[in-house]
């Protein structure tokens, strides 16, 4: 089997990327996140509370002929970013263009966190990390992947994330059409759960490649791309005006700066993500002050390469025994 569905921005400034799911029977249809940094599939519903819903779509499962509640299992997550999510847990048919598994457990939110609650375009998450970091309990269910993977033509799923305009996800096959030149491919360290691999190397604008091994994550759920800071300091070092900001919580520069490239590596092959990307955004609408792509890592305890960096190649997320993830330029 294959499944190729849209990655759609959510903002103008591609703040994240939703994709149409349909879950049960009929199909409700819900628009989800797909989360590589998580592993948790959980979606606004019936159960969640009036008012900590604001215009998103709803999953019910008494409207759905094939649910079944997965009797005394609960779930609850928080993000780097602060936000939380608990619930109970059915399990019912749950497809992602064309591709179905029958009986995926879907995470019921009864309580959601107020940014949730005010991301309205957000209707819950599918996480796509491994299954080892799911929280539902007492016994942890297996990610969309997992399930759908004995089933797939080859294992594996590619995000074509797009800068200001829809991607796709592809899964169980890797679409020659959607990049050009080879994938190069590096290994992943598949514990604790994250899709965890190391960049070997990165240059600032037409400046020298420095090479060194820098671990992280590639992280589809995470806006920006969070590095060490003697890497992002060398970066604004070359922005007029950039600073430091506690007051904004990372770096922002004037809007009419001029951003060099960042460049990153994968093994032997390098990725150039454009200023534009970096150039994040306004920090408010009527701001000359702009707030950039790339920050600090150092208050995340990790480094996290999020859709600022993976928008700008194709990335193969292989499921194969080791995994490994490949990236290929577009
Ligand atoms: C540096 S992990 C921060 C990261 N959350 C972000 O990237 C959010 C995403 C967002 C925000 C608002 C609306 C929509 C999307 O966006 C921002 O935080 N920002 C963007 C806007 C910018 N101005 C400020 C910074 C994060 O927790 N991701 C998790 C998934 C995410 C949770 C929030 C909803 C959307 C999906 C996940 O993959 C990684 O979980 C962990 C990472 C590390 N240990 C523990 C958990």
Redesign the pocket.
């Known amino acids: 089997d294959t499944g190729s569905a849209a990655a759609i921005p959510?903002n103008e400034v591609d703040?994240?990327y939703v994709t149409p799911v349909t879950v049960g029977t009929p199909p409700q249809t819900l628009m989800l996140?797909l989360?590589t940094?998580?592993s948790d599939l959980w979606v606004f519903s019936s159960l969640t509370p009036s008012s900590q819903i604001r215009g998103q779509e709803i999953y019910t499962p008494t409207k759905s002929s094939t649910s079944q509640l997965l009797n005394g299992h609960t779930w609850s997550i928080r993000?780097?970013?602060g936000?939380s999510s608990r619930g109970t847990v059915f399990t019912d048919n749950f497809t992602i263009g064309g591709l179905e598994v029958k009986s995926q457990a879907v995470q019921t939110a009864q309580e959601v966190s107020s940014?949730?609650t005010q991301?309205q375009s957000?209707d819950g998450?599918v996480g796509l990390g491994f299954s080892t970091l799911n929280t539902v309990r007492p016994s942890s269910q297996l990610t969309f992947f997992d399930n759908a993977r004995p089933n797939l033509d080859e294992e594996v799923f590619t995000a074509d994330l797009k800068y200001h305009a829809t991607g796709t996800y592809d899964f169980g096959f890797i679409d020659s059409k959607k990049h050009n030149g080879t994938i190069t491919y590096t290994p992943v360290q598949p514990s604790p759960g994250y899709w965890t691999h190391s960049l070997s190397g990165y240059s600032v604008g037409s400046g020298a490649f420095q090479s060194s091994q820098i671990s992280g994550i590639s992280?589809t759920?995470?806006?920006?791309l969070?590095l060490p800071t003697a890497i992002v300091t060398a970066y604004y070092r070359q922005v007029q005006g950039a600073q430091n900001s506690q007051y904004y919580g990372g770096y922002v520069f004037p809007c009419a700066s001029t951003l060099p490239t960042f460049t990153f590596g994968i093994e032997g092959a390098r990725f150039t993500i454009p200023a534009s990307y970096i150039n994040?955004?306004r920090i408010s609408p009527t701001s000359t002050t702009c707030?950039g792509g790339l920050q600090s890592s150092s208050g995340?305890g990790?480094n996290?390469f999020?859709d600022v960096a993976l928008k700008a190649a194709f990335v193969v997320f292989s499921g194969t025994n080791p995994p490994r993830i490949g990236f290929a330029p577009k």
Not at 221 to 224: A, F, I, N, Y
Request: charge should be negative.
């Open positions: 959510i703040i994240a996140d989360d940094g998580s993000y780097g970013d936000s940014s949730f991301e957000l998450l992280d759920g995470t806006t920006l969070y994040y955004t707030y995340l990790i996290i999020g």
